[in-house]
């Protein structure tokens, strides 16, 4: 069993940058692939990013690759979203996630466990 929790999101302006955390409980969080999704207004839920079991593999959505760089920090369980260049389309709430098998895709059927989701807001 892993619980998720994000943190970091907030109001910020066109162009400036954001880092969101993603704490997981549980001394086994190196085995999990982690994603993060997010879910704008009035919209569905989409992937973002995918970082491996060890963190040397990732993948993005295209809408934010060269801007979001996904990373983790098994030692501390954590797992950040680093967004750098936002713009207004990326307001959404931002959800982490983890696969027990170890998968970073971008299918959230995958995924076993989810946290709350943390706000970002972009203001133009």
């Known amino acids: 069993q892993v619980q998720l929790v994000e943190s970091g999101g907030g109001l910020v302006q066109a162009g400036d940058s954001l880092r969101l955390s993603c704490a997981a409980s549980?001394?086994?969080?190196?085995?999990?692939?982690v994603g993060w999704f997010r879910q704008g207004p009035g919209k569905e839920r989409e992937f973002v990013a995918g970082?491996?079991?060890?963190?040397?593999?990732?993948n993005y959505a295209n809408s934010v690759k060269g801007r979001f760089t996904i990373s983790r920090d098994n030692a501390k369980n954590t797992v950040y979203l680093e967004m750098n260049s936002l713009k207004p389309e990326d307001t959404a709430v931002y959800y982490c996630?983890?696969?027990?098998?170890?998968?970073?895709?971008?299918?959230?059927?995958?995924?076993?466990?989810w946290g709350q989701g943390t706000q970002v807001t972009v203001s133009s």
């Open positions: 996630a983890a696969d027990r098998w170890g998968r970073y895709t971008d299918r959230q059927y995958e995924y076993n466990y």
């Open positions: 970082i491996s079991m060890s963190g040397g593999s990732t």
């Open positions: 549980g001394r086994t969080f190196s085995i999990y692939g």
